[in-house]
């Protein structure tokens, strides 16, 4: 079954950033997870819980899949500067496809 990470991401540092994500990718895709959003235009309708600002959306085939990539050492040698470079929220959701 499907997983999907959303991750909420409130940017600090803009080049930070930039070497964030340059590295994010390739380790997205080794991993066999697939951007789906990264960031596009927002329209938030309901805030009660949450205000989200920046959302990236990945598809993984599953949920160990997507754990599989967080936990690899890969990324987590990649937390550091992604936590320099934004605030974020991460999480994973079973889909159901």
Same mark, same amino acid.
């Given at each position: ?29 080794? =991993? ?27 598809? =993984? ?7 599989? =990539? ?19 929220? =991460? ?7």
């Amino acid at each position: 079954m499907a997983a999907y990470v959303v991750v909420d991401t409130q940017i600090k540092d803009e080049t930070e950033m930039e070497h964030y994500k340059l590295r994010a990718k390739p380790l997205v895709e080794k =991993f066999g997870g697939k951007y789906l959003a990264r960031g596009g235009r927002l329209v938030v309708k309901e805030t009660k819980l949450w205000s989200p600002t920046r959302i990236v959306l990945l598809r =993984f085939e599953s949920v160990k899949q997507a754990e599989d =990539f967080y936990a690899s050492a890969e990324y987590q040698d990649l937390l550091p500067v992604s936590r320099k470079a934004a605030d974020r929220t =991460f999480l994973i959701v079973e889909g159901i496809d």
